[in-house]
């Protein structure tokens, strides 16, 4: 014989050499298996010396002295490895969890709410389902005005209405206060209008009503340029359009110097460096007859803007029908 220096050594480098439990016991089924030369040898034990076989059984248990070794080995480089890749840093900070914040709606409402409270107006919650009353007569609206049709107007029942306008608030609220009167009514509203990207068939507005001794047109525009450059910055410039509304007289709209184009002129505002904000007037005396206010004692002005119009005309929106998706890539900007 004389084979089994080579064999140990062969077998010990590649048991040694293993580098995984898989490799390592294919190693050593091969060197120490049944079928291994080693017990074949082994087996064939009665045919050698003693001698011989006192060789091939210190060749045994070196082998498996070796395996043994390799085997611990690898187990301690698995543990040290597991060890370095799933260490925790302590000193990490943790998992930060979102946070949702504020509609831009809600925002742009509580800012306009903050700039009438700071000017002493109070706020007043008119309900969104109106009485054809409040909506359209008591705002001195003739019964064959086109708002009060059903093509314009979502109608609940014969005298019932989704308000069309925050208007109504002025009414109530006149009813249940003496003047004067600083009060502000913010709030959804409904038209039946098919949506397009300036259009949505809900939308917000914020109504504005000042009664007092000897309110004027003058005033309207004061408040209405104080508004306007909290909201947009001080360089807007406001521009009053004379317009017809049933409730006031006389009844303008408002434009705001487009905040795009530095009034260059650009698609925003269609090349006329104005963006229409809403529709305003001194109150119609007819109103005030519903309520009971004496228009020879005290004049007022109101005015009705969208806050979806607001939002813009000054984040630059293309289309408003966004702010109803919900979609969190364009809520997160604002
Ligand atoms: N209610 C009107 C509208 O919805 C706006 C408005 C309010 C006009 C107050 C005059 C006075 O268009």
Known sequence: ????????????EAIVGARSETALEQARVKYLGRRSRLNEALRGAKDISVEERAELNRTKTQLEGVVATAREELRRATIEQALTKEQVDVTLPGLALERGHLHLITQIR??????????????????????????????????????????????VADDLVLRTHTSPGQVRYMESHEPPVYMISLGRVYRRDTPDPTRYPIFHQVEGLAVDKGITLADLKGTLMYLSRALFGPDRKVRIRTSYFPFTEPSIEFDVSCFRCGQEGCPSCRYSGWLEMGGAGVVDPNVFGYVGYDPEEVSGFAFGLGLERIAMLRHGLPDLRELWENDLRLLRQF
């Open 1 to 12: 014989m004389g084979w089994e220096t080579d064999y140990l050594s062969e077998a010990r």
């Open 110 to 155: 509580r800012e306009v709410e903050d700039v009438f409270v700071g000017l002493g107006y109070e706020i007043f919650d008119g309900p969104e389902v109106e009485t054809t009353y409040y909506n359209f007569t008591a705002l001195n609206t003739p019964e064959w005005h086109p708002s009060r049709s059903h093509g314009d107007t979502f109608y």
